[in-house]
């Protein structure tokens, strides 16, 4: 068993939220009780994760999306406030971890993406919220990229211009809504760029600049980090951790 402080605190440490400018609170957002047995990971919060998770024991929540974002309105309304019932009903703990763990090196979104289409290295990008990625030796065809994305996001079909070279040997990866690095991979020269959500716009930017662009899905692209993250806290306290899979589409 492990105290809510401490797990707090070693993902404090972990993420390092204070080199980030995001536009959502990371860390503990509602506190429950102090003792912590089981930790339920999940892409966002919402009413339905927070009843799986209640009905299996949680004493924290752990998700890459919370439940404030910059810019929302600051009163409550009925679904929201239905939602922190759940928590607060039960004593349950939620914490939210957004562009550190987005950014992460070896438990971020990205990173764990590029390791599942099989980079052989790659380092930060897009401000250290991404990764760049590079190939084994003569790189892979785009077929072969989209054949490993569908396999790493469970049979998804993605959305792909393929209008870069034969050959992939660099790609940007940036998970969920960033279609709009797809400059910055251009800028750096990269053969292909991959994100969850497109943008009317990119179709032509790809094409016209000779970058293969894949969009993946916002959810299934984000939910390497989140399992990482579960996976590390049961390992390094002795916990228990499960992942809750709440499907969306986009």
Known sequence: MATLTEIIGELDRLLEPERFDDYAPNGLQVPGREEIQTVITGVSAGAELFKHAIAE???????????????????????????????????CSLAAYHLPLDGHQELGNN??????????SWEPFAAGIGVGATFPADGIAPGELLDRVRAATGGREPLAFTAGPDRIRTIGIVSGAAAGHLGDAIEAGLDAFLTGEPAERVMLQAQEAGIHFVAAGHYATETFGIKALGDHLAQRFGITHRFIDVPNPI
């Open 57 to 91: 024991g949680a004493d924290l929540i752990l998700v890459h999306h919370g439940l404030f974002w910059r810019g929302a309105p600051q009163a409550l309304d009925r679904p929201a406030a239905r939602r922190l019932r759940l928590l607060l009903d039960a004593d």
């Open 111 to 120: 990173a764990l993406l590029a390791r599942e289409l099989g980079a052989a």
